[in-house]
Nanobody, 117 residues
Framework: VQLQASGGGSAQPGGSLRLSCAAS????????MGWYRQAPGKQRELVAS???????TYADSVKGRFTISRDFASNSVYLQMNSLKSEDTAVYYC????????????WGLGTQVTVSS
């Protein structure tokens, strides 16, 4: 199973970016799909997640600015990031908690998001 993240890049403060994560497995069978990020010198942290039933959670730092969504038809998960701040600069990783895929956890390669004026 592979998770392919895309959509990273550069944006100015206040701008928007949309990250995509395409899974090679059926995301409807995943327990939770999520986005994590890791800034230089910091630990990886959960940004947003969406459960199989559709319950979403967000880090306090992104509430009201980021939205996680999914599309079962394309087995994709998205992270819409609005009102970006410089502190959102990090490598963003797609994650799946999906025991039905063969093991408990899957990670995609990261995609860099840089917010700078």
């Amino acid at each position: 199973v592979q998770l392919q993240a895309s959509g990273g890049g550069s944006a100015q403060p206040g701008g928007s970016l949309r990250l995509s994560c395409a899974a090679s497995a059926t995301i409807s069978s995943a327990t939770v799909m999520g986005w994590y990020r890791q800034a230089p010198g910091k630990q990886r942290e959960l940004v947003a997640s969406i459960s199989r039933s559709g319950v979403t959670t967000y880090a306090d730092s992104v509430k009201g600015r980021f939205t996680i969504s999914r599309d079962f038809a394309s087995n994709s998960v998205y992270l819409q990031m609005n009102s970006l701040k410089s502190e959102d600069t990090a490598v963003y990783y797609c994650n799946a908690d999906a025991p039905l895929w063969g093991r408990n956890e899957f990670w995609g390669l990261g995609t860099q998001v840089t917010v700078s004026s």
